[in-house]
């Protein structure tokens, strides 16, 4: 090794250049580091240090960095080998420190494994240990009532208002079909709803209803046919009341039961106001926690597709429990950020723990196939969606926007005839899929690819451009960054790996951001960073890690 | 308007943002059912009871 190499290694080290070499010393360190196959013992190793002007280390930092797994009395480093010992203190150091000079100082001066330990908290922790203990957990004494998928959308505001809404027309109507007096025509239908219901936007929903109804068949149909569609309707839309009285009582449930396991260990931080983007939850929450791997350490998991609060204080309260709780949170990445799910990403962060941002990669193909056979209302919600998601979209589809109102156009003409948006109709939704399989496999296409462009884009935005990507734990002024996930397959790994203190990592020294970056290898996200402005890093942990001691000093 | 105009980009935004008003207009996270039945069931009274209830002070 070379002195200059050496001295480099020694400046991130310690997070401060090798000043002032002398000639002579710059030779004794050529002359001591000229065999790379030598081994030195931490004695040497601190005359190396000397002579570079640098502080000497305790046996305990030099054989826990420098010689790991040697258990020697006197553990030796090859001299190629200072570098990996350099790397593995960096690595140490961006984890549980944030900067290199602090953790030089503490931690080279420790002397017991004991507050090695404590310094290095997520650092030490045995893997194999973790593993043995997740494996040891009992059962939980309660278990969730699992909400199957098809309901979960229940347990929202836009489902539920709808099924209510809809279930009390059905009936109102029902009962003023039967007040009319005389013979029941549409014109005396509509003098009853004119007196029948006072609110006038409650009028209009209850005339686009009959209008609807009317525009249903080619035969002229009679107020005697739209009782008899209704008597029909009611049991279906009192089953679904039933549904949703149950769903939010067996929420409510779980979320007690949530709250009093003794371990929980993942927080699933999402927003969900559609049916689909429950659905699309329920779907990615049980892919990943049904896993193999994952399953071998049953871990805990909060899933809000199964919780239900209605005192939105409580909910806030609950949701942030969970997240002091869980060891990680896993967020939903979705078309566009919310003030909830964003907050519970920035105070998992803020608590120095780590964050999976699950953002998907389309596979077109198997995405069309998914969309296709969805009920119309549904494909032009998802359309609203990327529409506004995907900034680029009117000019990538400039050529299809006729395709695409055309189509928009025969979804709401279907959608015209459905008398219940809560209700689905599978026999029409398969039929209007047949009529028209190649303009909606082209619409489904368009969705698909504008769906991959905006998860794209968020992933990387995610990755390389979003200051608040990276955000601090509040406690220990360590820099915490999102680790992306593109599929469930890697959210699994990266959770396992969470759980079981096994993260892989590569330090890299950015010349772009002028930067120490600590990138996670599975994901190649940047799980910590070290500034290298000495005017930044002077200011910050002034009032971090100086304001910190004197509050320990302060408690002692 | 030509026919060209309403399949344009503009005639597209306009019918999406219409929709996707009204779904903003209705984010909210909370609700139980009995408050959602109560607030529908006002609204779907008749006039006359209506009028009974705002004469009763209600």
């Known amino acids: 090794m070379k002195a200059e190499q050496f001295e480099q290694l020694l400046e991130c080290l310690t997070g401060t250049p090798v000043k002032d070499l002398s000639d002579s010393d710059k030779q004794f360190l050529s002359t001591a580091l000229s065999d790379d196959s030598r081994g030195v013992d931490c004695s040497q190793f601190n005359e190396l240090l000397l002579i570079a002007n640098k502080d000497r280390v305790e046996q305990l930092f030099f054989r826990y960095f420098f010689c790991a797994g040697d258990t020697a009395s006197e553990p030796k480093c090859e001299i190629r080998d200072i570098a990996k010992g350099v790397r593995r203190f960096q690595t140490a150091a961006m984890l549980c420190f944030g900067n290199f000079i602090y953790a030089y100082r503490t931690l080279s001066r420790l002397t017991s494994e004991t507050e090695l330990r404590r310094e290095l908290p997520g650092y030490c922790r045995d893997p194999q240990h973790l593993i043995k203990r997740f494996k040891s957990r009992k059962e939980t004494v309660l278990e969730i009532e699992k909400v199957p998928r098809d309901e979960t959308h229940l347990m929202g505001y836009l489902s539920a208002s709808e099924v209510v809404a809809e279930h009390a027309r059905a009936s109102r109507l029902h009962q003023i079909l039967d007040d009319v007096t005389g013979k029941r025509t549409w014109t005396a239908l509509d003098r009853a709803l004119a007196t029948g219901i006072a609110d006038p936007t409650e009028r209009q929903e209850l005339s686009r209803l009959i209008s609807k109804f009317r525009k249903r068949t080619s035969s002229p149909p009679s107020p005697d046919d739209l009782k008899r569609t209704i008597s029909e309707s009611i049991p279906i839309l009192d089953e679904l009341l039933g549904k949703l009285r149950n769903t939010q009582v067996k929420g409510e449930k779980n979320t007690d039961v949530y709250l009093t396991w003794d371990h929980m260990d993942i927080y699933f931080a999402t927003s969900m106001r559609k049916r689909w983007e429950y659905e699309d939850l329920y779907d990615f929450v049980s892919e990943v926690m049904r896993d193999k791997k994952l399953q071998s350490l049953n871990p805990r998991h909060f899933d809000p597709t199964q919780s239900f609060e209605k005192n939105r204080i409580d909910k806030g309260l609950i949701e942030s429990l969970m997240l002091k709780r869980a060891a990680c949170t896993v967020y939903s990445v979705q078309d566009t950020d919310t003030l909830g799910k964003d907050s519970e990403l920035a105070a998992t962060l803020a608590q120095g723990k780590p964050v999976i941002a699950y953002a998907p990669t389309i596979d077109v193909d198997t995405r069309v196939k998914q969309l296709i056979g969805q009920r119309p209302v549904v494909l032009k919600e998802r359309l609203q969606f990327v529409h506004v998601a995907d900034e680029s979209f009117a000019s990538r589809f400039a050529g299809q926007i006729s395709l695409i109102n055309d189509f928009v156009d025969k979804m709401d003409a279907f959608e015209a005839k459905m008398l219940w948006k809560s209700v689905s109709d599978p026999g029409a939704v398969g039929k209007f899929t047949r009529e028209n399989s190649v303009d909606l496999k082209k619409f489904c296409r368009i969705i698909a690819e504008s769906e991959k462009v905006i998860y794209e884009k968020r992933a990387l935005t995610l990755q390389r451009h979003h200051p608040l990507a990276i955000q601090v734990n509040l406690d220990t002024g360590v820099a915490n960054g999102v680790l992306v996930a593109r599929n469930p397959k890697t959210c699994v790994e990266l959770l396992f790996r969470i759980l079981t203190n096994q993260l892989e990592f590569d330090v890299e020294d950015d010349q772009q951001t002028n930067c120490w970056l600590l990138v996670e290898r599975l994901t190649k996200s940047v799980f910590r960073v070290v500034t290298k402005d000495r005017k930044l890093t002077n200011c910050f942990w002034n009032f971090y890690r100086r304001e910190r001691e004197y509050e320990d000093d302060s408690e002692g | ?58």
Request: charged fraction near 35%.
């Open chain 2, 1 to 58: 308007m030509t026919q060209k105009a309403k399949s344009g980009p503009v005639a597209l935004s306009q019918k999406l943002r219409e929709a996707r008003a009204s779904w903003e207009h209705q984010e909210k996270t909370v609700y139980t059912v009995e408050a959602l039945e109560r607030e529908i069931n006002e609204r779907l009274v008749s006039q006359k009871d209506s009028s009974k209830k705002e004469n009763s002070g209600d």
